[in-house]
Structure formats: structure tokens, C-alpha cells
């Protein structure tokens, strides 16, 4: 029996240890510990990599989402769409600045929500829409764009699981009014603890964005919002400029897994994730379906192979949000969440465990 770890986070430690230990060191020795060259240079480099004109570092990625939405001044009586399948964080950036949650059920083949979708639950109190790159798949950007623009509405993109995924070839950063990241260890491009980034084309809104991370300050001592502290520590900043480097080759052996477990699940009980033709994902997650998925779960188990749910409880299931909207509230996303099943997935994973899964998915 081969033993396949979901996830083997230090093993991508060792992988770089001695320039990760060096660029640590040297962030430790020189003094910066707020700001500084190396968050700089990390910001103009994400800036770069991610198809926009401007990153500004943040503490985390929820803290990027609650940014964006306090830049776009997003308050109470302001309805803003999300889907009903996401992590969490992506509805409590939206409680937590005040505003209304419209939640929007996906597609359930590709899991992402749709511009039809969208278009359905659009009020005239609609101020944003929130569509997330679920899994590390790109929404559809082109009909999201239009239809926001249609309707004058603002958006912003969650793209926590998205680092280096495209659309129509273009890095997903550039894309909308802001998109937000996090940087939390286990995502595609990881810290060694928390941190995030909000990117965007526009100038006024990356300082917007700055300013309310650093309590509502542009200028020392002179607060002209009630902002937050919320900065991209300059050690994860120092992490992150090692790793980036290495993104694009990391995302391509994701590819190279998702593709063999698609050819070798064409046609068997597991249902695959459909893929627009427009998008290059990244596989942050790998996500398929069973009909019978806590019993394979239990299968997979025993024989040393390792999956997770993301996310097992949809977010208007959860205590915090479960008076708000009765249990069926959203069908497909509680569909989804009882089939789901996450395959072992990462640069780290050998092809020889690729094969040993494959056999184990298709013995189930
Ligand atoms: C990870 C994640 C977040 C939150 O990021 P943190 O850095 O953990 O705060 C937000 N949205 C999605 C979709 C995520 O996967």
C-alpha cells in the first residue's frame, strides 16, 4: 500500500530550504519590518505576474476581500452577490462591512456561478457582485464584465485559489474592478503564515486600498478613514518573492495531474469538473463528484490515499448564517457539498502516485 498525503506542505519546504532560509534571514537582518524594499518589490512583482498595474499587500485574504469592499465604500442597504458555494470568507467580508448577501447557486458542472446566474438576482439596490475562481477556475470574465457594466454595477473578483490561472490567456488579476488574494500556506502560492494582496488597473483605488489598510492613513498621523491595520508582513513578503518564480511550473505539474485524472475517469462514476474552453485553471483544488462519496471517502482511506471536502457545509448551513435562510435555501450548493470530493493534488505529488490514486479512484 502506497501512502498519498492530501497535501505535503513541508516537503515544499525542504524543496527550497536554502533560499527561502537566506531571503528570510536577510529580511530579518535589515531593520524593515513594516513596508520596506522587500514588500515592494514582492507587490511590483505580484503586480506583474498577475496581469495588473498595482498590488497592495494585506494581513490575510479576508482582510483583501474586507479592503476591496470598504475602497468601493460597499455599507448597509447595499446588496451584494456572491455565490452560495464558496469558503466562508467571502460572505463574512460581506456581513462584515455592513451590506446585504445575495447568495447566487453555481453551475454544477463546473461549480463556478454563471453571468445568467447573475443576471437573475440583479436588484436596483445590486451595488457589487462577487464572483469567486472557484477551485482555481476562471469565472466567465467577458459576460461578468458585460453585465456589470450593463448595469453600472462594481465587481470584485475572489481569487484566493486562483494564482497564475487565465482567461482568454490573461492572468485573471487585471480582470474587474479589484481581485483579491490570500496567500494562507496551503494556496498555490503560499506564505509561511498568513498574508494577502488586493490587485487592480486603477491607481485610485490601489490607494484607497493602501490607505485603509494602514488605519485610514496616507500621510503619518493624519487618519482620513476609519481604516484597519491589515499590511503584508515583509517576512512573507521575502517567502513570497522566492516562490513566485516557481508558480508557473508548480501550476503546470497541477495541470499535468488534473489532466491525467481526467483521461483516466472519462466514462467511470466519478463525475469530472467541466472546463470553459476560454480558461487556463490552476487546480488550486481538484474537485469531482460521487454519488457515494462518504463511502469512497472511507474506501480511499484505507488504502492510504487522503481526500478532503471543500466545503462539506455550505456557508447558509453554518451557525453564523443559519437564521438567515432556511436549510434548502440553495439546493445546488447543498447538493454539491454532500458529492464533492477533493483528490490529492499538488506539485509535490509524484506520478507514481498519481497512478497508485487513479487505481484506487477506479476500484471504488
Ligand atoms: C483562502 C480563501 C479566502 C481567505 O483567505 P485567508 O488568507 O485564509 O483569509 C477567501 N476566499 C477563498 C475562496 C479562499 O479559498
Not at 482567461?167 to 494577502?196: M, R
Not at 487618519?223 to 511550473?249: C, H, M, T, Y
Request: hydrophobic share 40%; with cysteine; net charge negative.
Amino acid at each position: 500500500m502506497m501512502r498519498v498525503p492530501f497535501l505535503d506542505l513541508a516537503a515544499g519546504y525542504q524543496a527550497l530550504q536554502p533560499e527561502l532560509e537566506h531571503a528570510l534571514l536577510q529580511a530579518a537582518r535589515s531593520g524593515h519590518y513594516i513596508g520596506g524594499e522587500a514588500l515592494h518589490a514582492f507587490e511590483q512583482a505580484f503586480a506583474a505576474y498577475s496581469g495588473s498595474r498595482y498590488c497592495v499587500g494585506t494581513g490575510n485574504g479576508l482582510d483583501a476581500l474586507r479592503l476591496a469592499l470598504l475602497a468601493l465604500e460597499i455599507g448597509p442597504g447595499d446588496e451584494v452577490i456572491v455565490p452560495s458555494n464558496t469558503f466562508i470568507a467571502t460572505w463574512l467580508a460581506v456581513s462584515q462591512c455592513g451590506a446585504t448577501l445575495v447568495p447566487v447557486e453555481p453551475d454544477p458542472d463546473s461549480h463556478l456561478i454563471t453571468a445568467d446566474g447573475i443576471a437573475a438576482a440583479i436588484t436596483p439596490r445590486t451595488r457589487l457582485i462577487l464572483p469567486v475562481h472557484l477551485y482555481g477556475q476562471p469565472v466567465d470574465i467577458a459576460a461578468i464584465s458585460a453585465l456589470a457594466c450593463r448595469h453600472g454595477i462594481r465587481v470584485v473578483a475572489d481569487a484566493a485559489q486562483a494564482h497564475g490561472a487565465r482567461y482568454d490567456g490573461q492572468p485573471v488579476g487585471g480582470a474587474f474592478d479589484l481581485c483579491t488574494w490570500s496567500f494562507y500556506p496551503s494556496k498555490n502560492l503560499g506564505a509561511l503564515g498568513d498574508g494577502g494582496a488586493v490587485t487592480t488597473n486603477d491607481p485610485d483605488l490601489a490607494e484607497r486600498v493602501r490607505m485603509l489598510g494602514n488605519y485610514g492613513s496616507r500621510e503619518k498621523y493624519r487618519f482620513e478613514r476609519p481604516g484597519i491595520n491589515s499590511r503584508l508582513d515583509p517576512l512573507q513578503a521575502a517567502v513570497l518573492s522566492v516562490k513566485l518564480p516557481r508558480l508557473d511550473a508548480w501550476n503546470a505539474r497541477r495541470q499535468a495531474i488534473a489532466h491525467r485524472y481526467c483521461t483516466a475517469l472519462a466514462g467511470s462514476d466519478w463525475t469530472l469538473p467541466a472546463v470553459s474552453p476560454r480558461t487556463s485553471p490552476v487546480w488550486h483544488l481538484f474537485v469531482v463528484r460521487h454519488p457515494r462519496r462518504d463511502l469512497v471517502q472511507q474506501q480511499l482511506r484505507a488504502l492510504g490515499v487522503d481526500t478532503l471536502i471543500h466545503y462539506p457545509i455550505p456557508p447558509h448551513r453554518q451557525q453564523a448564517y443559519q437564521r438567515q435562510w432556511p436549510a434548502d435555501a440553495f439546493p445546488v450548493a447543498s447538493a454539491l457539498a454532500d458529492e464533492i470530493l477533493s483528490l490529492p493534488m499538488g506539485p509535490q505529488l509524484s506520478d507514481e502516485q498519481v497512478t497508485y490514486v487513479i487505481d484506487c479512484l477506479l476500484g471504488c
